[in-house]
């Protein structure tokens, strides 16, 4: 991962094509993460697009199904992120309930409320978050 001048209003993401290169499946992993709702309408083996519309530009998108739910009903569930879970899950569950849209630490911390903007920077750096694909959107 480039360290140039990132600093914590630089943002991030989760590369997908990293996972593919890494014979990891996202789309498991994104299963696996997601609330009993989403769960009880989909399967691991779910595999569809749909159109996604952000909530604040009202662009329309394809969107993975299992990415659109927990963008749209994780992000709300109580569990999603918790005060318990380690900071680099809830880091990693973020950029989930963002539908993956590039992140910057402030705008992590303010979703999680967990750390700081410096210390999410400092994680979203490590190597545990660079096994899970995220990388920053400024290179």
Same mark, same amino acid.
């Given at each position: 991962?480039?360290?140039?001048?990132?600093?914590?209003?630089?943002?991030?993401?989760?590369?997908? #094509?990293?996972? =593919?290169?890494?014979?990891?499946?996202?789309? &498991?992993?994104?299963?696996? @993460?997601?609330?009993?709702?989403?769960?009880?309408?989909?399967?691991?083996?779910?595999?569809?697009?749909?159109?996604?519309?952000?909530?604040?530009?009202?662009? @329309?998108?394809?969107?993975? +199904?299992?990415?659109?739910?927990?963008? #749209? @009903?994780?992000?709300?569930?109580?569990?999603? @992120?918790?005060?318990?879970?380690?900071?680099? &899950?809830?880091?990693?569950?973020?950029?989930?309930?963002? /539908?993956? =849209?590039?992140?910057?630490? =402030?705008?992590?911390? #303010? &979703?999680?409320?967990?750390?700081?903007?410096?210390?999410?920077?400092? =994680?979203?750096?490590?190597?545990?978050?660079?096994?899970? /694909?995220?990388?920053? +959107?400024?290179?």
């Amino acid at each position: 991962m480039p360290i140039g001048r990132l600093t914590t209003k630089s943002k991030f993401y989760i590369d997908l #094509a990293y996972w =593919e290169q890494q014979g990891r499946d996202f789309h &498991r992993e994104l299963y696996d @993460v997601l609330c009993d709702e989403c769960r009880q309408m989909f399967t691991p083996d779910t595999l569809q697009m749909v159109d996604h519309v952000d909530a604040v530009t009202g662009q @329309v998108k394809p969107m993975d +199904a299992l990415l659109d739910c927990a963008s #749209a @009903v994780c992000d709300q569930a109580p569990d999603f @992120v918790t005060p318990k879970m380690p900071l680099t &899950r809830a880091i990693f569950r973020a950029f989930i309930a963002a /539908g993956n =849209e590039p992140q910057s630490a =402030e705008e992590i911390f #303010a &979703r999680i409320k967990k750390g700081s903007p410096g210390v999410i920077l400092k =994680e979203l750096l490590s190597s545990q978050m660079e096994q899970d /694909g995220i990388t920053s +959107a400024e290179f």
